[in-house]
């Protein structure tokens, strides 16, 4: 599950429009909300090399926050 969101600061009232924050723009971004992995099991239980939770998805959950200045 990815959630994203982007805020252009130069059109929004929040700051009083000043002229600084012209195309500049803020985004957030959350990616593996629920820490969810794969997982891949064979027969007998054990968990093929390649499969562990850790190697399909090294990063877990991630929280992404950006500032982009346009000039």
Known sequence: MQLGTELDLGRIGLFGKPK????????????????RHQRV???DGS?????????VDPNGRMLT???RRQF
């Open 47 to 55: 968990v093929p090399a390649g499969y562990l939770p850790d190697e």
């Open 20 to 35: 600084w924050l012209a195309k500049t723009q803020f985004s957030v971004d959350l990616a593996n909300l629920l820490d």
């Open 41 to 43: 099991t064979r027969a």
């Open 65 to 67: 926050v950006s500032l």
